[in-house]
């Protein structure tokens, strides 16, 4: 999802993302969030982080925010598209 000024990051593998994933999602694994910090950092407004279950999107989260971007945890890629609506 890339409208609204909402951008959902799935962090799951490329393999995962593959076999599904929110409508319009980028895929950046969660390990590379890291080295593409400043990337991500050049997306405008809102950004929802997912994955399987939330628990790596939640990682990122914590990564991410510790560098000083914010972000929100959307939980599984399939609740994603739902948790943007209600940003």
Not at 19 to 25: F, L, R, S
């Amino acid at each position: 999802m890339k409208n609204s000024n909402k951008t959902i990051i799935d962090v799951r593998s490329e393999g995962e993302f593959g076999m599904g994933h929110a409508e319009g999602a980028l895929n950046i694994p969660l390990n590379e969030i890291e080295r593409r910090v400043d990337e991500i950092s050049k997306i405008d407004g809102e950004i929802i982080l997912c994955c399987a279950s939330g628990n790596r999107s939640g990682m990122a989260q914590q990564i991410l925010q510790s560098k000083g971007i914010e972000c929100h945890n959307g939980g599984s890629w399939f609740a994603a598209e739902n948790y943007a609506m209600a940003l």
